[in-house]
């Protein structure tokens, strides 16, 4: 057995190179920091995956993102010797994968991991069930045990209802569940999936996300999950490793790739991206400016100081009513002075646990943000225009990088 926390999955230093001869120049030249687009003009070798490392923790969502033809299929295929690897080590639980051949290399695959792809075809002669417990069938387990599991399996993608169901009944976002299913059946520690969702259509896809998270809060999997869409990849991973043209830009949780992205390439990227989806309240709180309601409305507001508002709280430490420094200088501009008459009752809370796209709209009216605990008491403050100015953060970072790629 593992412990939590330990690695699983490791890939070290890893090269694959597609053509006849894949350890000779060009294995040579990719090693020595060529551009695979060189190699392959020099070379006539496709370059998958170059000098590629990275540790999957057990129970992690590890993503591997990138574009179109960056090496994420390459990689992941080495993981079960679909493809041999060129030079390095790829290592599942201690064992050196490239080492395994024919019946312990078929064990290895059926009982380590489950794979799931963007297109995988269910037999249509056979039902629900059947599709899903398939290769228990074919390691000989009886029809009884097989049809438990499968149900199991099933119930942990919302298609139990439809075990007896015939495949074509099933429409395409219900046939991906089937193979997510299929692979959950056999109980496998690793799952392995290629762009499971790619092909389901953006409502569908995120419902898949959300059962994927629900279902591995259960399990404790620990998945390696590809995809080329970012939002994808920041959204289900627990870390994510960006591939570009075969190599590792960048490794790090949603926050750290969001925040320091490596390069500009991964700006770009982190453009795209509703970064409040990712960025937890926590990271941009500020101790909470209490209010004395006995003062008045000039001497509360001086007390602000450089914020935009504070909170007025009751006697178990709620907040109760909102000073908004905007609405505070133009109600003394018509000469009201009384506190009572600016505070606002109707302002937003959020937790310290959530996460900052709950808190945009309200951001984008200048309002102070309430920070909540279980109780309800008042426990910090969101600056409206530091929760912008974060937002804008990434942006600049592109514009920078793009001023810089043609000076
Ligand atoms: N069997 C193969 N033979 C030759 N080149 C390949 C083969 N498989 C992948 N490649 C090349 O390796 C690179 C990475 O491909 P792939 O891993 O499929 O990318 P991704 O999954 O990120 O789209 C691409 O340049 C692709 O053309
Ligand atoms: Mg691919």
């Not at 700006?267 to 209010?291: H, K, T």
Request: aromatic letters at 6%; hydrophobic letters at 40%.
């Amino acid at each position: 057995m593992t412990e939590a926390g330990e690695t699983l999955i490791s890939f070290e230093e890893v090269y694959k190179i597609f053509g006849p001869n894949p350890r000779g120049r060009a294995f040579e030249l990719s090693q020595g920091g060529m551009h695979k687009d060189e190699v392959q003009r020099q070379t006539g070798h496709v370059v998958g995956i170059t000098d590629v490392s990275f540790e999957v923790k057990k129970g992690e969502i590890f993503v591997v993102m990138g574009l179109s033809g960056s090496g994420k299929s390459t990689a992941i295929r080495t993981v079960n010797k679909l493809h041999d690897v060129t030079h390095g080590r790829v290592v599942v639980e201690g064992t050196d994968v490239q080492q395994l051949e024919g019946p312990a290399l078929q064990q290895f695959r059926r009982e380590k991991m489950g794979m799931v792809f963007q297109h995988f075809a269910l037999f249509p002669h056979r039902n629900i069930w059947e599709n899903t417990s398939y290769g228990l069938k074919v390691q000989g387990m009886e029809k009884k045990e097989r049809r438990k599991k499968a149900m199991e399996a099933l119930s942990m993608v919302g298609l139990e209802a439809y075990a007896f169901n015939a495949v074509r009944e099933l429409s395409g976002g219900m046939q991906q569940r089937v193979g997510l299913a299929r692979a959950l059946c056999s109980d496998p520690d690793i799952l392995l999936m290629d762009e499971a969702f790619s092909a389901l259509d953006p409502l569908i896809r995120r419902q898949m996300q959300d059962e994927l998270l629900a279902i591995q809060e259960k399990l404790h999997k620990t998945i390696l999950f590809i995809t080329h869409d970012l939002n994808e990849a920041l959204r289900i991973c627990n870390r994510v490793c960006i591939l570009r043209d075969g190599y590792v830009v960048q490794i790090g949780t949603a926050e750290e790739i969001l925040t320091q992205p490596a390069d500009g390439y991964v700006a770009e990227f982190v453009q795209d991206v509703d970064q409040g989806r990712v960025i937890d309240v926590a990271s941009m709180v500020n101790p909470p400016a209490i209010i004395d309601p006995g003062s008045t409305l000039v001497a509360a507001v001086d007390s602000l100081g450089d914020r935009q508002g504070g909170f007025v709280v009751d006697a178990d430490g709620r907040p109760t009513g909102l000073l908004h420094v905007g609405a505070a200088s133009s109600a003394l501009a018509h000469g009201t002075t009384a506190l009572a008459d600016v505070l606002q009752t109707d302002f937003e809370t959020t937790t310290m646990e959530a996460r900052l796209n709950h808190n945009y709209a309200a951001a984008g009216r200048g309002l102070p943000i309430a920070v909540i605990d279980e109780a309800g008491r008042l426990v910090g403050e969101l600056e409206p225009r530091e929760i912008m100015e974060e937002m804008g953060r990434v942006e600049e970072l592109v514009d920078g990088f793009e001023r810089e790629k043609f000076l």
